[in-house]
C-alpha cells in the first residue's frame, strides 16, 4: 500500500465573541453579538445587514459566574457525551444543542455552541473542531475525521471517550504519586522557615541570660537561623527564580526536555513508574487510533506527542520512519530498545493475528494496573519515610532548643 506524505496543518484560531452597537434605518440603536475571527469581520457582517456600525468590542467575561477554563476532563466528557447520544440515535446537531444547553461551564458552553453552528452551516464534525486545536488535539480531530470517513462516528466517539477517560485516570494516579512528598516537602520547608525566622531568635536571647556556654548542635542551629534570618529575601527569592528558570527552560528548550526525561527514567522508584506510564500511554493511544482506521504510519505521531517523555517520543518517531520503509511495528519496537521484551512479543502476535488494536489494549490495560499498584505501593513506602523526615527535621531544631535547659542545673 502506497504511503502519501500529508500536509500538517498549522492549528486555527479560535473564534471571540464580540458585541456590537449599530444604527438601523430608522435610527434606532440595534445590540447584538457575534462570533468572528476578529474586530473587522463583525464589521463587515453588520453593514452586511443594512446597518451602521458604532461600536464593536470583545464581550466582557463574567466576574461571578461559572468562567473555570476547559480542561482535559471536560473533554473527555463532551466525548462521552457525544458518544452517548449518537448511539441512542440523536442527530449530532441535536446532541451538541442539548449538551450545549446542559454546560455548566460558560466557556464549554461557548465551545459547543461554536462547534454546533459550524456543523450546522456546512462543516463536518472534524473541521468544526480542527478550529479549536487549544481544546482537539490532532489525536481527537484525527479520530473523529477517521470515524466520519467510515460512517462509524460513533463508535469512534466511544473509543476516544474510553481513551480520554483512561488517558484522565492514569494522569491522575501519575499526580497522586507525586502531590503527596511535594507537599510534604513544602510545608516542611514552611515550617522550617518558621522556626528558623521567628522562633529560635526568641530562644537564642533567653539564652544569652544563660551564662553557660551553649551545646555546639544549638550553636549550629542558631548560625543556622541567624543566616536565615539576615538572608532570607535571597533565600526565597532565589528559590522562586529557580522555579521560574526551571520552567521557561522547559518549556522552550527540548534538549533540556530530553536531558530532563532521560534522568527522570533512572531515577529509583519514579523511573520505573514513568516507563510503565509512557508504555501504558503509547499502547492505548496507538491501539485507539489503529481500530478507528487511522492507517499505522500516520497514527505514529499523535502517539509520539502522547507518551509524555522525551525519549519515548523521540523513539517514536523513529519508529515511524522504520515502519514507513516497510518493517512492522515488532521490529520498530525493538530497535527502540525502549520496550520490554514481553510487550514486543505481545505485538507481534497481535500483528500476526489480525488483532493489533486489542493486544495494543491489553497492554495499556496491564501496565495501567501496574501503574495504579506502584502508585499504591510507593504511598505506603513513603509515607513512614516523610514522617521520618520531618521528625528529623523539625525535631532536630526542637531538641537543639531544649538542650540548653537541660544544662541550667549546673549554671544555678
Known sequence: MAITATAKKKPKEDKIIFVYDAKNKDGKIVKGEMSAYNEMVVRAEVRRLGLTVIKVKKKPKPLFSNTASINAKDIAVLARQLATM??????????????????????????????????????????????????????FVNLVRAGEDSGSLELVLDRIAVYKEKSESLKGKIKKALF?????????????????????????????????????????????????????????????????????????????????????????????????????????????????????VEAMEPTAGSTGNALFKDAVMNMRDIIAAGSPLKVAMQQSKLFPVMVVQMVAIGEETGALDTMLGKVADMYEEEVDNMVDAMSSLLEPMIMAFLGVVVGGLVIAMYLPIFKLGSVV
Open 86 to 139: 449518537m448511539q441512542a440515535g440523536l442527530p449530532i446537531v441535536q446532541a451538541l444543542d442539548i449538551m450545549a444547553q446542559s454546560a455548566e461551564k460558560v466557556p464549554m458552553k461557548e465551545l459547543i455552541s461554536t462547534v454546533k453552528n459550524d456543523v450546522e452551516s456546512g462543516l463536518t464534525l472534524a473541521d468544526a473542531m480542527d478550529k479549536h486545536r487549544k481544546y482537539f488535539d490532532e489525536l
Open 180 to 296: 503527596y512528598p511535594i507537599a510534604v516537602v513544602v510545608v516542611a520547608f514552611i515550617v522550617t522557615s518558621i522556626l528558623l525566622i521567628f522562633v529560635i531568635p526568641q530562644f537564642q536571647e533567653l539564652f544569652q541570660g544563660f551564662g553557660a556556654t551553649l551545646p555546639a548542635f544549638t550553636l549550629f542551629v542558631i548560625g543556622i537561623s541567624n543566616a536565615f534570618k539576615t538572608n532570607w529575601y535571597w533565600i526565597f527569592g532565589g528559590i522562586g527564580f529557580a522555579i521560574f528558570l526551571f520552567v521557561y527552560v522547559k518549556r522552550r528548550s527540548d534538549r533540556f526536555n530530553h536531558f530532563l526525561d532521560q534522568i527522570i527514567l533512572k531515577v529509583p522508584i519514579f523511573g520505573p513508574l514513568t516507563e510503565k506510564a509512557a508504555i501504558a500511554r503509547f499502547a492505548r493511544t496507538l491501539g485507539t487510533m489503529f481500530s478507528a482506521g487511522v492507517p499505522l
